[in-house]
């Protein structure tokens, strides 16, 4: 099964602090995501990537980068955090759309609160 | 309209019931139709997809998909006090890029021992 894991399960940050929330597939997945969710609101996109380096925005990018220096290995950066993206982060990543599924898998999710 | 409709719930049951969830569609171009469990404060677990229409089985779960109808359905047999999560379905076209996945709200499931 693939594995999508997320190193940080909880982080407390103050607002103007650098955040970064590390993803990690072990299924040599082309695509990884990275999505918000809130009560209300449901999922959010706000970047992908479909190749080593390559990214592209997704629905609310703002206040946010990304970081893919490897194939299994996805960064959220957040540059000077704020109190409204205290927020659930999921990492997700899906095979290429030539060899798998146009499915996507899940990490355990990264709960951030910023004071 | 939305392009996917979920009833929030929540939805209680007994243990043992049969549960009925369902989402509705409006992209014809949908394929992928995709049901997620998410426990509280963790991340959705993929439970079972479906390619294009019909049904599918897995233990205790079945998936339906009726494109005629753009109607989607996760069955619950035998629900268990270990089901109460919510449930999200998602939908995909095939060979589509990345920000072609459309989830549904989620639907809260409170089974009852």
């Keep these: ?115 | 309209q939305k392009e996917v409709e979920q009833d929030p719930g929540p939805l209680s049951v007994p243990e043992g019931a049969i549960v009925s969830l369902n989402c509705t569609y409006s992209n014809s171009a949908f394929q992928y139709f995709m049901w997620y469990r998410q426990y509280s404060r963790k991340g959705p677990e993929l439970l079972m997809y479906t390619y294009s229409s019909g049904n599918k089985e897995d233990g205790r779960f079945t998936a339906q998909v009726d494109k005629s109808s753009k109607y989607i359905s996760l069955f619950i047999r035998d629900s268990q006090p270990s089901d109460s999560a919510t449930y999200l379905c998602a939908m995909s076209a095939y060979l589509s890029y990345g920000q072609n996945f459309v989830f549904g709200p989620g639907t809260r499931l409170s089974v009852l021992p």
């Design chain 1, 1 to 115: 099964d693939v594995k999508v894991t997320q190193s940080s399960r909880y982080l407390v940050k103050r607002t103007g602090e650098k955040v970064f929330l590390e993803c990690v597939q072990d299924m040599d997945h082309e695509n990884m995501f990275w999505y918000r969710q809130d009560p209300g609101l449901g999922l959010r996109l706000i970047y992908f990537s479909y190749d080593v380096k390559m990214k592209e925005k997704g629905d609310i990018p703002e206040g946010y980068s990304v970081s893919r220096e490897k194939k299994e290995r996805f960064s959220l950066i957040l540059e000077s955090a704020s109190t409204n993206q205290t927020s659930m982060y999921l990492c997700a990543s899906r095979p290429s759309l030539a060899t798998g599924a146009n499915v996507l898998t899940f990490g355990a999710g990264s709960r951030l609160t910023v004071l």
